[in-house]
């Protein structure tokens, strides 16, 4: 079955560092691959996303690049902020009109000034 | 345009009694999702409807819950009599109907239940 792997946490930064959280995947086919995440006290929200290989998604200073040939979404970003401490999840959804999405176990991410 | 939103915010019963979580979609969304979060875990599917029907139902973990959607629109979950096992957030979600795997899923802002 459909799977999505994500680094092992939590992740402790200093403000202004580089960020990369690993995810990587197992599906048939060619699904579409999310990131969503979960700040505290609120719901999830949709990061970015990215529906075919080699497409990136970016938001908020935020990239991730979907990697067929590696099965990956890695998610980076080049200097993080206090602002963006939080739970982020990687996940993955089938090709098809009414498929779910597949989530990782998520990662707690901590930004200190 | 309003989003998804979910009632109660947070609950805690005893154990052995009943609840039920409410969730509005997104006005025009045929799809609507419930998902689940125990803690530390990841978030797991429940189940999935389209319009009234249930289209998924492969995640409720057992028929201690009961989820309806009446008409279309709202839809609640029921969890009878709950367990301790059941405490977690439940998340509600909702899309567009389409052919297209990248329809972006909306999610609320989840109903914290914890059960003693």
């Known amino acids: 079955g459909d799977s999505v792997t994500q680094m092992e946490g939590p992740v402790t930064l200093s403000e202004e560092a580089f960020l990369t959280i690993n995810c990587t995947y197992t599906?048939?086919?060619?699904?579409?691959l999310f990131w969503y995440v979960q700040y505290p006290g609120e719901g999830l929200q949709l990061l970015l996303k990215?529906?075919?290989?080699?497409d990136k998604g970016s938001n908020k200073g935020f990239e991730a690049t979907y990697r067929k040939e590696t099965t990956s979404f890695h998610l980076e970003k080049g200097s993080v902020q206090v602002s963006d401490s939080a739970v982020y999840f990687c996940?993955?959804?089938?090709?098809?009109?009414?498929?779910?999405?597949?989530f990782g176990k998520g990662i707690t991410l901590s930004v200190r000034p | 345009e309003a989003g998804v939103t979910q009632f109660p915010s947070h609950s805690v019963i005893e154990k052995g009694q009943t609840v039920t979580l409410r969730c509005d979609p997104i006005?025009?969304?045929?799809?609507l999702y419930w998902y689940r979060r125990v803690m530390g875990k990841e978030i797991k599917f429940l189940l999935h409807?389209?319009?009234?029907?249930?289209?998924?139902e492969s995640g409720m973990p057992n028929n201690r819950f009961l989820a309806e959607r009446t008409g279309g629109t709202y839809s609640t979950l029921k969890v009878q009599p709950a367990e301790l096992e059941d405490s977690g957030v439940y998340f509600c979600?909702?899309?567009?109907?389409?052919?297209?795997?990248?329809?972006?899923?909306?999610f609320g802002e989840g109903s914290w239940l914890t059960v003693v």
């Open positions: 979600a909702s899309s567009q109907e389409g052919h297209f795997s990248g329809n972006t899923i909306y």
């Open positions: 599906a048939t086919g060619y699904p579409s």
């Open positions: 990215a529906t075919k290989a080699d």
């Open positions: 996940a993955l959804k089938r090709p098809g009109a009414n498929s779910k999405l597949t």
């Open positions: 006005s025009g969304h045929d799809n």
């Open positions: 409807f389209v319009k009234e029907s249930k289209q998924d």
